[in-house]
């Protein structure tokens, strides 16, 4: 079936210091990949879309992720994390013939000072 | 409008008791896509409209959910007789269509509903 896993429930880094979430999909072929973040009490936001091309894309609030189809992932990374990015990460999954975004569990981002 | 909105944002109800829950897409926005989040768990998807037609409904949890839309634009979703694991935040989207391949969606603030 396909499915889109998040295998970091929570993490917590410290400000300053690099990011990365990870994000695995199951699907047949390429899936058009996204990035979301949910911040406490407020809704869905993209942070960034993989559709084709260039494997390195960059998004919104200096965060970048990479497409590695040998390892069917789609990784989320941010150089130097503010608390400000203290928040819900959503990595998503859709294909053209199924009409569905398919989102993984979520990781839990917590920023300490 | 200028974004998705729905209605209502909160909503307390009584076991067994009906609700509906509105949502309003972004104007010229084909698709829409309604999801739960339970505590905890990430987005369900439940249903999505081309138009005013839904092809697939096997995200629904049960037969007590039902989803409409009229006109190409507002969606309502109906649960009946609701139990208390419908506890959830139901978020509404929309997209532009689902033909361009690139189906970028549009969140809306959700609706969050409890079940006494």
């Known amino acids: 079936a396909q499915s889109v896993t998040q295998p970091d429930i929570h993490i917590t880094v410290s400000e300053g210091a690099s990011l990365e979430l990870r994000c695995n999909y199951s699907y047949g072929a390429t899936p058009y990949l996204f990035w979301y973040v949910q911040s406490p009490g407020q809704g869905l936001q993209l942070l960034l879309k993989y559709f084709s091309g260039d494997t390195l894309v960059q998004g919104i609030k200096g965060f970048e992720a990479e497409f590695k189809r040998s390892q069917s992932s789609f990784n989320l990374r941010k150089p130097s994390v503010h608390w400000s990015d203290a928040a819900e990460y959503f990595c998503?999954?859709?294909?053209?013939?199924?009409?569905?975004?398919?989102f993984g569990q979520g990781t839990t981002l917590q920023v300490k000072p | 409008g200028a974004g998705v909105s729905q209605s209502p944002s909160n909503k307390v109800t009584e076991k067994g008791k009906d609700v509906e829950l509105r949502c309003d897409p972004i104007s010229g926005h084909t698709a829409l896509y309604w999801y739960r989040q339970s505590l905890g768990q990430g987005l369900e998807f439940l249903i999505y409209f081309q138009g005013n037609s839904a092809p697939d409904k096997s995200g629904l949890p049960s037969d007590r959910f039902s989803a409409e839309r009229t006109g190409g634009s507002v969606s309502t979703l109906t649960i009946q007789r609701t139990q208390q694991e419908d506890s959830a935040v139901y978020l509404c989207a929309s997209s532009r269509d689902m033909s361009s391949g690139a189906n970028v969606l549009t969140f809306g603030a959700g609706s969050r509903l409890t079940v006494l």
């Open positions: 998503a999954a859709w294909r053209s013939n199924t009409g569905k975004l398919i």
